[in-house]
Protein backbone atom coordinates (compact mmCIF):
# COMPACT_ATOMS: atom_id res chain seq x y z
CA UNK A 1 0.00 0.00 0.00
CA UNK A 2 1.38 3.20 -0.77
CA UNK A 3 2.15 6.09 1.87
CA UNK A 4 -1.11 7.52 1.48
CA UNK A 5 -2.82 4.76 2.26
CA UNK A 6 -0.77 3.79 5.16
CA UNK A 7 -2.01 3.75 8.81
CA UNK A 8 -0.23 5.20 11.51
CA UNK A 9 1.04 2.82 13.75
CA UNK A 10 -1.59 2.54 16.80
CA UNK A 11 -3.94 4.05 14.64
CA UNK A 12 -6.36 1.37 14.58
CA UNK A 13 -5.30 0.66 18.71
CA UNK A 14 -6.93 3.75 19.90
CA UNK A 15 -9.86 3.09 18.26
CA UNK A 16 -10.35 5.30 15.30
CA UNK A 17 -13.19 4.40 12.23
CA UNK A 18 -11.97 2.69 8.83
CA UNK A 19 -11.28 5.79 6.81
CA UNK A 20 -13.44 6.20 3.54
CA UNK A 21 -12.29 8.19 0.82
CA UNK A 22 -15.04 10.78 -0.53
CA UNK A 23 -17.80 8.91 -2.26
CA UNK A 24 -16.15 5.81 -1.76
CA UNK A 25 -17.84 2.40 -2.53
CA UNK A 26 -14.79 0.64 -0.72
CA UNK A 27 -13.40 1.43 2.52
CA UNK A 28 -10.14 0.29 4.46
CA UNK A 29 -11.53 -1.74 7.42
CA UNK A 30 -8.66 -2.41 10.13
CA UNK A 31 -9.00 -5.80 11.67
CA UNK A 32 -8.18 -6.59 15.28
CA UNK A 33 -4.19 -7.97 14.88
CA UNK A 34 -3.70 -4.75 12.84
CA UNK A 35 -4.31 -6.01 9.34
CA UNK A 36 -5.92 -3.28 6.50
CA UNK A 37 -8.12 -5.10 4.51
CA UNK A 38 -10.20 -3.39 1.57
CA UNK A 39 -13.84 -4.01 1.54
CA UNK A 40 -16.81 -3.12 -0.11
CA UNK A 41 -18.75 -0.38 1.23
CA UNK A 42 -22.19 -2.28 1.36
CA UNK A 43 -20.59 -5.77 2.34
CA UNK A 44 -19.01 -3.94 5.28
CA UNK A 45 -21.98 -2.44 7.10
CA UNK A 46 -23.91 -5.96 5.99
CA UNK A 47 -21.86 -8.20 7.63
CA UNK A 48 -19.70 -5.98 10.66
CA UNK A 49 -20.93 -9.34 12.63
CA UNK A 50 -21.54 -12.72 11.99
CA UNK A 51 -24.76 -13.94 10.47
CA UNK A 52 -27.23 -15.00 13.46
CA UNK A 53 -29.86 -17.03 13.04
CA UNK A 54 -31.32 -18.50 9.85
CA UNK A 55 -31.97 -16.82 6.29
CA UNK A 56 -35.60 -16.59 6.40
CA UNK A 57 -35.71 -16.56 10.25
CA UNK A 58 -33.59 -14.31 12.46
CA UNK A 59 -35.70 -12.21 14.63
CA UNK A 60 -32.38 -10.82 16.89
CA UNK A 61 -30.94 -9.74 13.62
CA UNK A 62 -31.52 -5.98 12.56
CA UNK A 63 -30.84 -7.15 9.07
CA UNK A 64 -33.52 -9.24 9.13
CA UNK A 65 -36.16 -6.93 10.47
CA UNK A 66 -35.06 -4.07 7.60
CA UNK A 67 -36.30 -6.98 5.03
CA UNK A 68 -39.19 -7.94 6.89
CA UNK A 69 -40.32 -4.31 7.24
CA UNK A 70 -39.27 -3.29 4.02
CA UNK A 71 -41.77 -6.20 2.43
CA UNK A 72 -44.53 -5.45 4.49
CA UNK A 73 -44.66 -2.40 3.34
CA UNK A 74 -44.36 -2.72 -0.40
CA UNK A 75 -46.70 -5.77 0.01
CA UNK A 76 -49.31 -3.32 1.54
CA UNK A 77 -48.56 -0.41 -0.91
CA UNK A 78 -49.11 -3.39 -3.98
CA UNK A 79 -52.64 -4.37 -2.36
CA UNK A 80 -53.72 -0.60 -2.10
CA UNK A 81 -52.43 0.06 -6.22
CA UNK A 82 -55.09 -2.91 -7.14
CA UNK A 83 -58.41 -1.54 -7.97
CA UNK A 84 -60.26 -4.73 -6.79
CA UNK A 85 -58.61 -4.41 -3.35
CA UNK A 86 -59.37 -0.61 -3.51
CA UNK A 87 -63.35 -1.43 -4.35
CA UNK A 88 -63.49 -4.08 -1.39
CA UNK A 89 -62.04 -1.80 1.09
CA UNK A 90 -63.51 1.51 0.05
CA UNK A 91 -61.09 4.92 -0.54
CA UNK A 92 -60.99 5.22 3.24
CA UNK A 93 -59.67 1.83 4.07
CA UNK A 94 -57.40 1.87 0.06
CA UNK A 95 -55.94 5.68 1.77
CA UNK A 96 -55.39 3.53 5.14
CA UNK A 97 -53.37 0.79 3.78
CA UNK A 98 -51.06 3.08 2.21
CA UNK A 99 -49.97 5.13 5.29
CA UNK A 100 -49.59 1.89 7.19
CA UNK A 101 -47.52 0.86 4.73
CA UNK A 102 -45.51 4.01 4.52
CA UNK A 103 -44.98 3.48 7.97
CA UNK A 104 -43.31 -0.21 7.37
CA UNK A 105 -41.00 1.89 5.09
CA UNK A 106 -39.94 4.23 7.50
CA UNK A 107 -39.54 1.80 10.10
CA UNK A 108 -37.06 -0.59 7.92
CA UNK A 109 -35.80 2.86 6.27
CA UNK A 110 -34.66 3.92 9.34
CA UNK A 111 -32.97 1.04 10.49
CA UNK A 112 -30.85 1.40 7.06
CA UNK A 113 -29.67 4.58 8.43
CA UNK A 114 -28.94 3.21 11.49
CA UNK A 115 -26.83 0.50 10.28
CA UNK A 116 -25.03 3.18 7.72
CA UNK A 117 -24.54 5.15 10.83
CA UNK A 118 -23.15 2.17 13.02
CA UNK A 119 -20.67 1.36 10.46
CA UNK A 120 -18.42 4.32 10.64
CA UNK A 121 -18.87 4.38 14.83
CA UNK A 122 -15.54 4.60 15.93
CA UNK A 123 -14.69 0.81 18.01
CA UNK A 124 -12.99 2.45 20.95
CA UNK A 125 -16.42 3.11 22.54
CA UNK A 126 -19.39 0.70 20.54
CA UNK A 127 -21.57 1.50 22.86
CA UNK A 128 -21.92 5.11 22.44
CA UNK A 129 -24.24 5.65 19.74
CA UNK A 130 -25.03 9.31 18.47
CA UNK A 131 -29.01 9.27 16.66
CA UNK A 132 -28.50 11.54 13.99
CA UNK A 133 -24.94 11.96 12.37
CA UNK A 134 -23.64 13.68 9.65
CA UNK A 135 -21.25 11.80 7.17
CA UNK A 136 -21.14 13.59 3.91
CA UNK A 137 -18.37 11.07 3.15
CA UNK A 138 -20.33 8.26 3.05
CA UNK A 139 -22.28 6.74 0.12
CA UNK A 140 -24.30 4.62 1.91
CA UNK A 141 -25.02 7.76 4.42
CA UNK A 142 -26.19 9.57 1.27
CA UNK A 143 -28.52 6.75 -0.15
CA UNK A 144 -30.25 5.94 3.69
CA UNK A 145 -30.52 9.39 4.64
CA UNK A 146 -32.45 10.31 1.67
CA UNK A 147 -34.20 7.64 1.28
CA UNK A 148 -35.49 7.75 4.86
CA UNK A 149 -36.49 11.35 4.11
CA UNK A 150 -38.46 9.98 1.14
CA UNK A 151 -40.59 7.74 3.32
CA UNK A 152 -41.15 10.75 5.65
CA UNK A 153 -42.87 12.41 2.60
CA UNK A 154 -44.53 9.35 1.84
CA UNK A 155 -46.02 9.46 5.34
CA UNK A 156 -47.21 12.66 5.09
CA UNK A 157 -48.62 11.98 1.79
CA UNK A 158 -50.51 9.22 2.67
CA UNK A 159 -51.67 10.45 5.93
CA UNK A 160 -52.88 13.57 4.73
CA UNK A 161 -54.60 11.25 2.20
CA UNK A 162 -57.10 9.84 4.39
CA UNK A 163 -58.40 13.22 5.15
CA UNK A 164 -62.25 13.96 3.94
CA UNK A 165 -63.30 16.89 1.51
CA UNK A 166 -60.08 17.94 0.93
CA UNK A 167 -60.09 20.96 -1.37
CA UNK A 168 -58.13 21.14 -4.92
CA UNK A 169 -55.89 23.52 -3.66
CA UNK A 170 -54.53 21.34 -0.41
CA UNK A 171 -54.62 17.65 -2.21
CA UNK A 172 -52.21 19.23 -4.73
CA UNK A 173 -49.80 20.68 -2.14
CA UNK A 174 -50.29 18.28 0.71
CA UNK A 175 -51.03 15.04 -0.62
CA UNK A 176 -49.69 14.60 -4.20
CA UNK A 177 -46.50 17.39 -3.87
CA UNK A 178 -44.67 15.06 -0.97
CA UNK A 179 -45.27 12.32 -2.79
CA UNK A 180 -43.66 13.80 -5.52
CA UNK A 181 -40.85 14.53 -3.22
CA UNK A 182 -40.94 11.15 -1.86
CA UNK A 183 -40.47 9.22 -4.93
CA UNK A 184 -37.34 12.15 -5.81
CA UNK A 185 -35.99 11.18 -2.73
CA UNK A 186 -36.31 7.31 -3.58
CA UNK A 187 -34.72 7.44 -6.98
CA UNK A 188 -31.67 9.72 -5.59
CA UNK A 189 -31.29 6.86 -3.15
CA UNK A 190 -31.30 3.71 -5.32
CA UNK A 191 -29.73 5.48 -7.57
CA UNK A 192 -26.34 6.08 -5.06
CA UNK A 193 -27.21 2.57 -3.93
CA UNK A 194 -26.76 1.50 -7.20
CA UNK A 195 -24.06 2.94 -7.51
CA UNK A 196 -22.19 1.32 -4.72
CA UNK A 197 -23.01 -1.75 -5.60
CA UNK A 198 -21.51 -1.19 -8.82
CA UNK A 199 -18.96 1.18 -7.66
CA UNK A 200 -19.71 2.98 -10.81
CA UNK A 201 -23.06 3.38 -13.24
CA UNK A 202 -22.66 0.13 -15.10
CA UNK A 203 -21.50 -3.64 -14.42
CA UNK A 204 -22.77 -6.51 -14.54
CA UNK A 205 -22.52 -8.66 -10.97
CA UNK A 206 -25.42 -11.17 -11.97
CA UNK A 207 -23.52 -13.33 -8.95
CA UNK A 208 -24.15 -10.60 -6.43
CA UNK A 209 -26.84 -10.55 -3.99
CA UNK A 210 -26.35 -6.67 -3.77
CA UNK A 211 -26.62 -6.60 -7.67
CA UNK A 212 -29.78 -7.56 -8.14
CA UNK A 213 -31.07 -5.90 -5.25
CA UNK A 214 -30.25 -2.37 -5.80
CA UNK A 215 -31.45 -3.17 -9.48
CA UNK A 216 -34.55 -3.99 -8.62
CA UNK A 217 -35.02 -1.06 -5.97
CA UNK A 218 -33.79 1.34 -9.30
CA UNK A 219 -36.61 -0.26 -10.95
CA UNK A 220 -39.21 -0.10 -8.46
CA UNK A 221 -38.04 3.75 -7.45
CA UNK A 222 -38.82 4.94 -11.27
CA UNK A 223 -41.99 3.12 -11.20
CA UNK A 224 -42.73 5.22 -8.57
CA UNK A 225 -41.80 8.44 -10.21
CA UNK A 226 -43.40 7.40 -12.94
CA UNK A 227 -46.91 7.01 -10.73
CA UNK A 228 -46.19 10.33 -9.28
CA UNK A 229 -46.05 12.09 -12.54
CA UNK A 230 -49.42 10.15 -13.41
CA UNK A 231 -50.91 11.01 -10.47
CA UNK A 232 -50.72 14.88 -10.80
CA UNK A 233 -52.95 16.38 -8.73
CA UNK A 234 -54.59 19.27 -10.51
CA UNK A 235 -54.67 21.98 -8.07
CA UNK A 236 -57.53 24.30 -9.61
CA UNK A 237 -60.15 21.39 -10.94
CA UNK A 238 -58.35 18.26 -8.09
CA UNK A 239 -58.97 16.07 -11.07
CA UNK A 240 -55.45 13.26 -11.32
CA UNK A 241 -53.93 13.33 -14.44
CA UNK A 242 -54.08 9.61 -14.87
CA UNK A 243 -54.93 7.38 -12.40
CA UNK A 244 -55.00 4.37 -13.64
CA UNK A 245 -51.22 4.62 -14.84
CA UNK A 246 -50.71 5.29 -11.42
CA UNK A 247 -51.93 3.07 -9.86
CA UNK A 248 -50.29 0.77 -12.23
CA UNK A 249 -46.89 1.98 -12.07
CA UNK A 250 -47.14 2.03 -8.11
CA UNK A 251 -48.14 -1.74 -8.41
CA UNK A 252 -44.83 -2.23 -10.38
CA UNK A 253 -42.81 -0.41 -8.16
CA UNK A 254 -44.17 -2.18 -4.73
CA UNK A 255 -43.66 -5.40 -6.55
CA UNK A 256 -40.14 -4.41 -7.26
CA UNK A 257 -39.48 -3.29 -3.83
CA UNK A 258 -40.76 -6.39 -2.45
CA UNK A 259 -38.64 -8.20 -4.73
CA UNK A 260 -36.15 -6.54 -3.16
CA UNK A 261 -36.81 -6.92 0.14
CA UNK A 262 -37.02 -10.50 -0.25
CA UNK A 263 -33.42 -10.93 -1.52
CA UNK A 264 -32.55 -9.08 1.32
CA UNK A 265 -32.58 -12.42 3.17
CA UNK A 266 -30.14 -14.24 1.43
CA UNK A 267 -27.91 -11.50 1.27
CA UNK A 268 -27.36 -11.46 5.27
CA UNK A 269 -26.33 -14.78 5.62
CA UNK A 270 -24.38 -14.92 2.32
CA UNK A 271 -20.75 -14.77 4.04
CA UNK A 272 -21.72 -17.37 6.20
CA UNK A 273 -23.10 -19.88 3.58
CA UNK A 274 -20.61 -19.14 1.45
CA UNK A 275 -17.42 -18.62 3.37
CA UNK A 276 -14.06 -20.33 1.79
CA UNK A 277 -10.92 -20.84 4.44
CA UNK A 278 -8.69 -18.06 2.71
CA UNK A 279 -5.07 -16.95 3.51
CA UNK A 280 -4.84 -13.25 5.58
CA UNK A 281 -3.76 -10.58 3.75
CA UNK A 282 -0.49 -9.55 4.08
CA UNK A 283 -0.15 -5.92 5.09
CA UNK A 284 2.88 -5.74 2.10
CA UNK A 285 0.13 -7.13 0.02
CA UNK A 286 -2.76 -5.92 0.89
CA UNK A 287 -6.24 -6.41 -1.26
CA UNK A 288 -6.82 -4.00 -4.56
CA UNK A 289 -10.51 -3.01 -4.58
CA UNK A 290 -11.23 -6.02 -6.40
CA UNK A 291 -11.05 -8.19 -3.23
CA UNK A 292 -14.20 -7.53 -2.03
CA UNK A 293 -13.76 -9.12 1.05
Not at 246 to 275: M, S, Y
Given at each position: MNRADRTPPGRDRAGRRPRRRAAATFVDHIRADGVIVRRESRHHRKHQKPATGSTWWAPAARGWWIAVLFAIGSALFAAGSIPAYADAVGTRGDTLTYFIGSLFFTAASFLCYREAVDAATPARNPHHRQFFTYQPHQIDWWATSVQLAGTLYFNISTGLAMADNLSAQTAHQHVWRPDAIGSVCFLVASTLAWYEACHGWLAWRARSWAWWITLVN????????????????????????????????????????????????????????????????????????????
Open positions: LIGSIAFGISAVAGYINPVTGQVNNIDRADTQTLIGALCFLAGAILLLPERTEETHHRSPTPNPSPRNPPTPHDRR
